[in-house]
């Protein structure tokens, strides 16, 4: 099973990122799947998640209207669309199927927001 990140960067403020997670070892069609992100000394948190029917979205307070997940089966991936960036938004993005199948992490993708 592996996850990999991708998509992260440096932007300002008010900019838009899209991150990718596709997975090898199972397949996302399978399972609700989750966006966290950690920010330096600070826990993980929970950002959004789909579940497995791509049918119902969560979304963590702080990104509520400003973020959006979703899916690709057929390329075994799952995205993060993020508008309207805020440096409070900068942190190490990572996925992962959701809870209680969480499997091993990958190595994240960064996203840095700044002026």
């Known amino acids: 099973v592996r996850l990999v990140e991708s998509g992260g960067g440096v932007v300002q403020p008010g900019d838009s990122l899209r991150l990718s997670c596709t997975a090898s070892?199972?397949?996302?069609?399978?399972?609700?799947m989750s966006w966290y992100r950690q920010a330096p000394g600070e826990a993980r948190e929970l950002v959004a998640d789909i579940n497995w029917g791509g049918t119902i979205r969560n979304y963590a307070n702080s990104v509520e209207g400003r973020f959006a997940i979703s899916r690709d089966n057929a390329k075994n991936t799952v995205y993060l669309q993020m508008n309207s960036l805020e440096p409070e938004d900068t942190a190490m993005y990572y996925c992962?199927?959701?809870?209680?199948?969480?499997?091993?992490w990958g190595q994240g993708t960064q996203v840095t927001v700044s002026s």
């Open positions: 070892g199972f397949l996302v069609s399978r399972y609700g």
């Open positions: 992962n199927r959701k809870e209680p199948y969480t499997t091993s």
